[in-house]
């Protein structure tokens, strides 16, 4: 049997047991052991213990809980909640201004955590059901929030542009500021695309009553003060790591310990908000190592194999394709595996067989991380098995089905996919960035 066919048969079974319900790191590890054993016999056993140590040796996965750890705090201790009565002020007399401001409190949200669970959660638990109290749209504002929490794996400190720095190789502190312009870009054509709608169909997005509006510039000032926290938190953690003042490790711990700061400042740092933080972070951080672990024993029974070599051969040799050609299959890829799988899976199965490839297409791969996380945004958002649309599921009211929620992401995906054409068109927008702070 050839490689090529083992490769194949390799990733098929890996799939056809996702489809079967699987867990993600159980279907990845299983295959990969099941391969290394049936190929090398007794010495294939070695590669998932060698995944392990690589694992365990891997310093600048500390970020990782760290990043989690700040963004559960401030959702736990109720920030984001001082955030989004900031928003509801300043944009509730605007037609469709609430979602404008959701899509807001999603970009501060996203610059303060880097997952986009936890901008879905706090964007269900908090302003859809204002949102529907106030006579929104319940297909559009689903759409709302499944978009806004997007961002968080875009805007920086992105969790999944620092996996993909990992395992690509390249800065994490260049792929954070090349992802600041594009997430700031798509959050803005959200709000567009928004402000038209509302336009065009007022009942989709009526301004708040009289009463609510009537707020004085004194206390609308004095809710501006709601947004300086969660600034200064990400300037500190942020700003601290592109100066070059902390390492990428430092400065995950900087923004979990400003986090917790914050929460003790306003007085809401209690037992409970301490034991469901770390208990949230836990889950999460432990459910990336599995993951992380089971895709790095795949990826070596894979390399191996040589099947980067062999896919290398198959697009550029066989099929004759173009390096725009090659570009685009792979994005159509990342989109049907999105399908079935969450970002993070995507990155440690796919990325070891791609980023090569792209490297050898010419093509910048600090870029192509913005341009695969544009994708994943694509995929996470594409039914029937778009992992956000079924967490929106799970936290959204009974009067939402899930037919409204898919529904709902159809003109958001649109947007997306301007933004990724956009980009693959202006490379500057990711480039531009970096090249300036780094003086490249």
């Known amino acids: ?69 700040m963004g559960y705090m401030l959702s736990e201790s109720g920030i984001a909640d001082d955030l989004y009565r900031m928003f509801h002020v300043w944009f509730g007399p605007v037609r469709g201004g609430l979602a404008v401001g959701t899509i807001g409190l999603m970009v501060v949200v996203s610059a303060m955590n880097g997952l986009s669970v936890a901008g879905m959660a706090i964007g269900a638990s908090i302003a859809l059901p204002e949102l529907l109290r106030r006579g929104y749209d319940k297909i559009m504002v689903t759409g709302v929030i499944q978009a806004g929490s997007s961002l968080g794996i875009l805007v920086p400190p992105s969790v999944v542009l620092v996996l993909y720095g990992m395992i690509a190789r390249q800065p994490i502190g260049q792929l954070w500021l090349a992802g600041a312009v594009p997430g700031l870009v798509m959050a803005g054509l959200f709000i567009i695309y928004i402000l038209i709608r509302c336009a065009l169909q007022p009942n989709l997005g009526p301004v708040l ?21 969660p600034f200064l938190i990400f300037l500190s953690m942020t700003g601290l790591f592109v100066m070059g003042y902390t390492s990428l490790v430092e400065s995950s711990a900087v923004g979990a310990v400003a986090a917790t700061f914050a929460a003790l400042v306003k007085g809401r740092l209690t037992t409970k908000v301490l034991h469901a933080t770390v208990e949230k972070t836990l889950g999460i951080s432990a459910m990336f190592m599995w993951i992380i672990l089971a895709a790095l024993c795949f990826g070596a ?46 990155l440690v199965i796919v990325a070891p067989l791609y980023v090569p490839l792209v490297g050898a297409l010419g093509f910048d791969l600090i870029w192509y991380g913005v341009l695969y996380t544009i994708t994943c945004q694509i995929a996470y958002m ?48 990711a480039l531009w960035l970096p090249n300036k702070v780094y003086g490249l």
């Open 209 to 229: 009553p009289k009463a609510e509006r009537q707020v004085s510039w004194g206390e609308k000032l004095r809710l501006l003060q709601a947004g300086i926290l």
């Open 1 to 69: 049997m050839s490689y090529e066919l083992i490769a194949l048969m390799m990733f098929s079974t890996m799939m056809l047991l996702l489809l079967t319900g699987q867990r993600i790191y159980g279907a990845i590890g299983f295959v990969a052991v099941a391969s290394a054993l049936l190929l090398w016999g007794d010495g294939g056993s070695e590669l998932g213990f060698s995944a392990a140590m690589k694992l365990m040796k891997w310093y600048p996965l500390l970020t990782l809980p760290m990043f989690i750890f």
């Open 301 to 346: 029974v894979f390399d191996g194999l040589g099947a980067v070599k062999a896919i290398e051969h198959l697009f550029i040799d066989k099929l004759g394709l173009g390096p725009w050609e090659i570009i685009i299959m792979m994005q159509i890829s990342f989109i049907l595996m999105g399908m079935f799988l969450d970002d993070t899976a995507m």
């Open 382 to 429: 594409t039914p029937p098995f778009g992992y956000n649309l079924f967490l929106m599921r799970a936290m959204a009211p009974p009067e939402v089905t899930l037919g409204d929620i898919y529904r709902s992401i159809v003109p958001f995906v649109i947007v997306m996919v301007l933004a990724m054409v956009l980009l693959m068109v202006f490379p500057e927008m």
